[in-house]
């Protein structure tokens, strides 16, 4: 299998290649140049499969060229090692909960691939990598505890002081080991051009191998389809799937199985304010406007880069696009009335980003299943606002609030980063 840009130019590239390059340098987002087909007596197995022997059946289509079997079976077994249970919420709607990996959100597993891929490829390349990444929250807890321990791999975390949950902070700055965290006297976007600067910088990729690891890495794409083959494991056959969605790596990669052969309906983009996909769904138009701060954070994107992938996956064509793809919006207010209704009609506690999906289920009549991409208690200060009371934060969440905050403080000065880097 072999890697192309969606832009459908330049060179078709191995697994490997896609991996550590991270971006093809033309502005496109790495995709396989076929889409593999699953067997039907392989899609016939799947009720009676667990989802890491799952796994093994799929990825080793994209990647066996360049990870031996027995090595990939390894990184999976690791990879899918927490529950992703199905579970009921009312009589027609079920959340596939995405949240019992160690970060509480669905990116855990994409980022834990991540990580076995480039730590499986630098073994093989004998040299130390760093890792930067600028992080508004999620994203850089997940990463963190994707490379926690793997060897070769250092990795540093830049987020904004002040900016993020008193639980986030806490993922970010308590893991020690390899991972570290930066404290920055400024925004995301000044941790994101920090970390750009790095990149940039001739002398300092001349004296360490620095590395992303972004969202859009094919590594962190591939292995979210695996989400999408629990329903039909737990025999739900042609659902309806409905997905919080921001940069539409997730709900894309449910495209991905979809297309590879895995029957599901039709999928739901669920967004928040931010809602240039169901505007282009309804419109035909991709008209992205500015970002819209909303109590669904991590959903805060205006231009999503898989918007990219999207129409790669259904060869450019709106009309196909729309067949599978139905539109669906919240703002903020109705978030959390979706939250405290769901509570009291089905005492099933909501985050703001599924609740988006829910509502999605909910305010159609259609039967169906919807994303829970994290756990409630990563957004306690909207939950009390919700529901008009605290809610209990389960025992682990407790533990981490008493794990000791280990932090670099810096300003947003490149020279001063790039010394410690260095040093
Ligand atoms: C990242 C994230 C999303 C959005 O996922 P995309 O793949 O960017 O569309 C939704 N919910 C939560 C909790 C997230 O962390």
Aim: aromatic share 10%; charged share 20%; net charge negative.
């Amino acid at each position: 299998m072999k890697f192309i840009s969606t832009t459908g130019q330049g060179p078709e590239v191995s697994f490997r290649e896609a991996v550590l390059n991270n971006l093809p340098n033309d502005g496109g987002l790495y995709f396989p140049t076929e889409i593999p087909q699953l067997e039907q007596g392989f899609i016939k197995e799947i009720p009676k499969m667990q989802l890491s022997e799952i796994a093994f059946e799929v990825l080793p289509k994209f990647c066996t060229a360049d990870i031996r079997t027995n090595e990939l079976e390894e990184i999976t077994e690791r990879v899918f090692d927490f529950p992703i249970p199905l579970v009921q919420v009312n009589v027609k709607i079920h959340c596939l909960e995405l949240f019992h990996g160690p970060t509480y959100a669905f990116k855990d597993i994409g980022a834990k691939f991540l990580a076995e891929c480039l730590a499986h490829f630098n073994v093989s390349e004998n040299k130390e990598t760093t890792v930067l990444v600028a992080t508004s929250g999620d994203t850089g807890g997940a990463v963190a505890n994707g490379f926690l321990g793997v060897e070769g791999v250092r990795v540093i975390i830049l987020y904004p002081k002040g900016k993020v949950s008193a639980l986030q902070e806490k993922q970010l700055t308590t893991l020690g080991q390899n991972i570290t965290a930066l404290e920055v006297e400024g925004t995301f976007d000044d941790c994101q051009s920090l970390v750009k600067q790095a990149f940039a910088d001739a002398q300092l990729n001349k004296e360490m191998h620095l590395s992303s690891a972004n969202s859009i890495n094919i590594a962190r794409w591939l292995p979210q389809s695996l989400f999408y083959y629990v329903p039909l494991q737990q025999g739900f056959e042609d659902v309806t799937i409905a997905v919080p969605s921001g940069n539409y790596g997730n709900l894309t990669s449910g495209v991905l199985a979809m297309k590879m052969g895995v029957p599901i309906k039709e999928f739901v983009a669920a967004s928040n304010a931010n809602d240039v996909v169901p505007r282009y769904l309804r419109s035909g138009n991709y008209e992205p406007e500015g970002t819209i701060q909303t109590i669904a954070n991590a959903m805060d994107v205006s231009d999503p880069s898989n918007f990219q992938r999207l129409l790669s996956l259904f060869g450019g064509s709106y009309q196909e696009i729309k067949n599978h793809l139905k539109p669906f919006t919240l703002d903020d207010d109705a978030i959390k009335q979706t939250i405290r209704e769901c509570h009291h009609e089905n005492d099933y506690l909501l985050d703001p980003h599924g609740a988006i999906a829910y509502a999605a289920l909910h305010n159609s009549d259609e039967e169906g299943v919807f994303l829970g991409t994290a756990h409630y208690c990563k957004f306690l200060p909207t939950m009390k606002e919700a529901l008009g009371q605290e809610v209990n934060i389960s025992d682990f969440a407790k533990e981490l609030m008493t794990r000791k905050k280990r932090s670099f403080e810096m300003k947003v000065d490149y020279k001063q980063f790039k010394e410690f880097l260095i040093s």
